[in-house]
Structure formats: C-alpha cells, structure tokens
C-alpha cells in the first residue's frame, strides 16, 4: 500500500486561563439571577420588597404630612401630584411589599413542609419574581415621572403606570399558581389535605381567593386603560382617576383577602413555640371560614354605589371577627398544657393578629350604620337610631385609610414574623434577636400610630383620598401624628434589612473560611 500524506501530528495543549481573565467568568450574581431555586427566589423577593417597603413607608409618611396642612398643598405642588402619591402608596404597599413578602415566605417554606422537591414550575416561578421587580420599578418610576393611578400630566406616563400595575398583579397571580400547585400536586405521598402544615394550608387558601380577587382587579385594569386609551373616558373626569375603579381592592372585604397568612404564620409560630404541638380542625377551619368570607370583589362601589348597606356585606363584615377567634381558640386548645417559648416571632405574631382584629373592628364600625338601618327595616327600633347616627356617614372617610393601614400593616408584621420563625429554611441561618425586637417594636408601634389617628379623622369628617380645608378641629394634628407612625413602620424595615444583610455577610465570611480551608 502506497502511503500519499504522511500522518499528522496530533497532540492537545493545556491553556490556563490567565488571572486577569477568571474574574470575567460570570459571578453569583449571573447565577441568582438565572436560578431556579425555591429558597433564593423566597429569598429575591423578601429583599425586593423590603426595598420597594422602604420607599412606599416614605412616600406614605409624606403623604401624610402634605394632610397635616389641608390648607395648602405645598409638598407635592399640587392635587393631581398629591392623589397620584397617594395612590402610589397604597397600591405599592399592598402589591409591592406586603403580598410579595408573603409570596416570598411561602415560596421557600411551603415546599418543605409538604415535602416537595421544589417549587412547582421553578421557571415560571423565576419569571414571576422578575416581571414583578420589573414592573414594580416601572410602576414607580413611571408614576413619579408624573403619571400614576390618577390624571396625570404626562398621558404616556399614566398609561404605563396601569400596564406597569398590571404586570404586577399578573407576576403575582402567576407565582400564586405555582405554590398552588406544590401544595396540591407535589405534597409527599400519602399527605392529604387534612395533614398539610397549618402555614401552608393558609396558602392554600390564600393562593386560591387571591387569584379569584386578582383575575378581577386585572379585568378592572384593563377596563382602565382601555378607557384611558378611548376617545370618551368615563373613569377620568376628576382628580381620583382610576382610583375609584381599582381602590376596592384597598377595602373591605377584599383587603382581608391578603391578611389570610396572618392566621397561619400566627397559628404557626405558636406550634413551633409549643414544642410538640399539633394544628387541629379549628385552626383549619377557622381560616377556611375567614378566606371565604374575605371575598369582596363584587363589593365594587363604581358599579354598585349602595353595597355598604346591602345586608350581604354587612353581616360578611361583621362576621369576619368570627373565623379569627376560632382559629385562636384553636390555637389554645393545641398549645394547653405545655410552655411555649417567647420569641420574636410568636410575639410579632401575636401583635399581627391584634392589629387585623383592630382592622375587623373598624370595618365593623363602617357597616354599623347600615346594619343598624336594615334593624329598623325589621322591627321600629327607633330607639338604636342615636346609637348609629355617628356611623352613618364613615363611607368615603378616612375610616378606610384606618382600616387599609390596619390590615396592611398587620400582614407585613406577620411576614416579619414569619422570617425570624423560618429563617434558616430561608437564608439558611437565624436572624440576630436583639435587631428582631427592635424591629418589631418599631413595626408595632409604628402601625398603632400610623392607624388609630385614620380612624379617629373619619369620625371627624375628613375625606379618604383628597385633602380639604372643611374639616373639625384636630385632624390636622392627627395626619402628622399619624405620617410619624408609617416613619416608624419604615424605621422597623430599614433595622429588618439591616439584620438581613448581617446575616448575608455572615454567611458569606463562613463560605470564604470553609473555601479557604478546603484548598488547603
């Protein structure tokens, strides 16, 4: 055989990478962010909406403040610029930091409790938690730049501010899903319904009437905008804007929707504190009960003016309170007997379920003038008729603002205690103690502050949303006191990031050391 080429030289040459060229390799960074991981997507969104949290406390205080003098709206320079910060506080706080920081929780504890291997769909988890940050920064900076919830200046601006809100409730709706899922679908085999951890349970519930509240608010979202977008606007004639078609969502009975985990992280916390505790069939049932009776979206005063004396919403108001006192009565009976443990976290938690009783309380009150009404329709009950006059004028008050802070407030001191009970199933260590109690003296007081002078300028005439000169004397005094409050309710948030970022370090020094240790 005749050889034509002689054979070639094959041989392989080892490159090392050059020092300068490592730290061009993608970080952590690149990783977190391309993750599919239950724990750090619970971890992304706890941090994201402490941020956005510091922010909205912010902006709440100075809202606040502009009230403290009805005279002149000097902070803002003007009422279109005043009601879109007051949209912006409202709706950021309950979808940007309060049902996110839940979202967060759950994402990283739900699926250990049942005994999941991961979140269901990891990938659609990831994208909810993205589209959410990204459509919270637009919804910010959008309504900054002079756009909002309301009739703005800037038309382009507003329009991006309702599509920005509804990408919002869409990440949420979407991450809802995917916790659903898990609980259902991805629980540990031979795990029925009545055996789910009483905390997952509470999403379970919560999971399901938040996309049954969501699903509507995202119709009323696109009802905005199209009608923002049409030739003859029918929501935009006055300085409210869409407030008046979105702001049922800020109050009951649909506000009681997002405090549902209140109930489960109380009646967990309290189990944990307890030792060997057992959730029983009260606990359960009692949140069941509160979810179901949280419905509200049809209580939609632009397409039904006279729902706040309608007996169906009514008796669901005053009703709430019952479904709270069974589930601490079923935490009684669980924890009888032993000598649970004070912590931060049952305290913080005791202090969340105190709040949203006051909230309940003050939804009462609202209801109780029509309550009384349909009595006399009943039966000639005049002589309850003095006993209700103070009640009968609280719609549009800022009774709701009360209540909105109430409830609000409590579920973010819930999550709050939430982090420091599962803190090492969600940054993998525990968070500093004496940082907790600070924090959650801040929180607690902050809310009580921030909530009860609302409340008490209802009864003293002053409007829910816009500023007036034609109120008592006194209201003003209670806007600043009341501004102080969500001050210190940011205060809590700022110490809780504090301790956050702590523990990241510490967490970190630890890797480097056990890095360090395992190259030698």
């Given at each position: 055989m005749t050889v034509l080429e002689a054979p070639i030289e094959t041989h392989t040459e080892v490159v090392l990478m050059p020092e300068s060229d490592i730290a061009s390799i993608p970080s952590s960074v690149g990783n977190v962010m391309m993750t599919g991981d239950h724990t750090v997507i619970g971890r992304l969104y706890v941090v994201?909406?402490?941020?956005?949290?510091?922010?909205?406390?912010?902006?709440?205080?100075?809202?606040?403040?502009?009230?403290?003098?009805?005279?002149?709206?000097?902070?803002?320079?003007?009422?279109?610029?005043?009601?879109?910060?007051?949209?912006?506080?409202?709706?950021?706080?309950?979808?940007?930091?309060?049902?996110?920081?839940?979202?967060?929780?759950?994402?990283?504890?739900?699926?250990?409790?049942?005994?999941?291997?991961?979140?269901?769909?990891?990938?659609?988890?990831?994208?909810?938690?993205?589209?959410?940050?990204?459509?919270?920064?637009?919804?910010?900076?959008?309504?900054?730049?002079?756009?909002?919830?309301?009739?703005?200046?800037?038309?382009?601006?507003?329009?991006?501010?309702?599509?920005?809100?509804?990408?919002?409730?869409?990440?949420?709706?979407?991450?809802?899903?995917?916790?659903?899922?898990?609980?259902?679908?991805?629980?540990?085999?031979?795990?029925?319904l009545g055996d789910i951890p009483i905390f997952s349970w509470s999403m379970l519930v919560a999971g399901t009437m938040w996309l049954a509240t969501l699903a509507v608010l995202l119709g009323n979202i696109a009802l905005v905008w199209v009608d923002l977008r049409g030739l003859g606007t029918q929501f935009w004639e006055d300085g409210a804007g869409a407030l008046q078609i979105l702001g049922w969502v800020t109050d009951q009975t649909a506000i009681y929707v997002f405090a549902i985990p209140v109930l489960g992280v109380f009646a967990s916390t309290a189990l944990s504190a307890a030792g060997d505790a057992k959730p029983n069939i009260g606990m359960k049932a009692g949140i069941a009960a509160f979810g179901v009776l949280a419905f509200g979206a049809y209580a939609q005063p632009v397409f039904n003016p006279n729902v706040a004396t309608q007996p169906v919403f009514v008796v669901q108001s005053l009703l709430m309170v019952l479904p709270v006192l069974v589930v601490m009565g079923g935490v009684a009976v669980a924890v009888m007997g032993t000598k649970p443990r004070v912590t931060v976290s049952i305290t913080l938690a005791g202090a969340a379920v105190a709040m949203l009783g006051a909230g309940i309380l003050t939804g009462g009150l609202r209801v109780f003038g029509g309550f009384v009404g349909g009595l006399r329709e009943v039966d000639d009950w005049n002589w309850v008729e003095n006993l209700a006059a103070p009640f009968d004028d609280l719609a549009g008050t800022a009774v709701h603002g009360g209540l909105f802070r109430f409830v609000a407030l409590a579920t973010l001191i819930a999550a709050v205690a939430g982090l420091y009970n599962w803190a090492s199933t969600i940054l993998g260590r525990s968070l500093a103690t004496p940082l907790g109690s600070l924090a959650g003296l801040a929180l607690v007081g902050g809310t009580f502050v921030a909530a009860v002078p609302e409340v008490i300028n209802g009864f003293l005439d002053e409007p829910d949303i816009l500023p007036a000169g034609n109120v008592r004397d006194g209201v003003e005094l209670l806007n600043l006191i009341s501004g102080i409050g969500l001050a210190l309710v940011g205060v809590g948030l700022l110490v809780l990031l504090v301790d956050l970022g702590l523990t990241s370090r510490r967490d970190d020094e630890i890797e480097t050391t056990e890095t360090m240790e395992a190259v030698a």
């Open positions: 994201s909406a402490t941020i956005f949290g510091l922010f909205t406390l912010a902006i709440g205080s100075l809202v606040a403040f502009e009230q403290a003098n009805l005279d002149d709206v000097s902070i803002f320079g003007g009422q279109e610029v005043y009601a879109a910060m007051f949209g912006l506080f409202r709706f950021s706080l309950l979808f940007l930091v309060v049902v996110p920081l839940m979202m967060g929780i759950a994402t990283a504890v739900v699926p250990r409790e049942v005994q999941a291997p991961s979140i269901a769909f990891p990938r659609a988890a990831a994208a909810a938690l993205w589209t959410f940050v990204i459509s919270g920064a637009i919804f910010v900076g959008a309504t900054i730049y002079d756009g909002g919830i309301v009739d703005g200046a800037d038309a382009q601006a507003t329009e991006l501010s309702i599509l920005a809100l509804g990408g919002i409730v869409l990440a949420l709706c979407l991450a809802s899903v995917c916790v659903l899922t898990t609980i259902i679908a991805q629980r540990a085999e031979g795990m029925g």
